[in-house]
């Protein structure tokens, strides 16, 4: 028994190779996919997610199912991320050309309080999901963005209609003189009935 928990059934080149190609596969896969896979999981997306990690396993680990080569194998996966995170952070500034092909760019999904339909369609993002998106983010209605992109990782960011954006100094002092205002006739309401 204890034999089996340490003793791999692959060589450790093979599984960090191993690792590293299935890694590189997804990576692309979910490039290709587009940000839309990203940005929200749909029940259909999440079942997806939930198998991918199931098809790929033994691509990863290969006839080896030790303790050890389950842990070697987490292990370069977690390090090859976090070198191709520190990579790609490092040459972003240096060639955004290379950034724009592994992130992708931003997509606009509302412009001047329209939706951009083709961009939707394109995407596969439903109308409904973006108008949620954007109340949650303080517009009423569709007519009150002036932008709303999809960032390449995913992410809705809007920019209201300056209209619509929030109070300045000047609404909160009317907004004083108003309470202040109500406050004084409560007051006399108060003594007229004492």
């Not at 370069?76 to 995170?85: E, G, P, R, S």
């Not at 932008?147 to 109070?167: D, Q, R």
Request: a neutral charge; hydrophobic letters at 45%.
């Amino acid at each position: 028994m204890w034999h089996d928990l340490f003793t791999t059934g692959v060589s450790y080149g093979d599984k960090t190779l191993r690792t590293i190609i299935v890694y590189a596969a997804i990576v692309v896969l979910l490039r290709l996919a587009g940000k839309r896979e990203l940005a929200q999981l749909n029940t259909l997306d999440l079942s997806v997610v939930l198998l991918l990690s199931n098809v790929v396993q033994n691509a990863v680990i290969g006839p080896d199912n030790s303790l050890i080569g389950g842990i070697y194998g987490a292990a370069v996966l977690i390090a090859v991320n976090a070198l191709f995170v520190r990579l790609q952070a490092y040459l972003s500034d240096r060639t955004p050309r290379l950034e724009r092909v592994l992130e992708g760019s931003p997509s606009v999904l509302i412009r001047d309080g329209k939706l951009q339909i083709r961009t939707l369609r394109r995407l596969a993002l439903r109308p409904a999901d973006v108008i949620v998106s954007s109340r949650k983010q303080g517009a009423e209605h569709v007519s009150d963005v002036r932008e709303m992109v999809i960032a390449p990782g995913g992410t809705m960011l809007i920019e209201l209609k300056e209209s619509e954006e929030g109070a300045d100094r000047g609404d909160v002092e009317n907004i004083r003189a108003d309470l202040a205002r109500i406050q004084e006739r409560l007051d006399m309401l108060l003594l007229r009935n004492t």
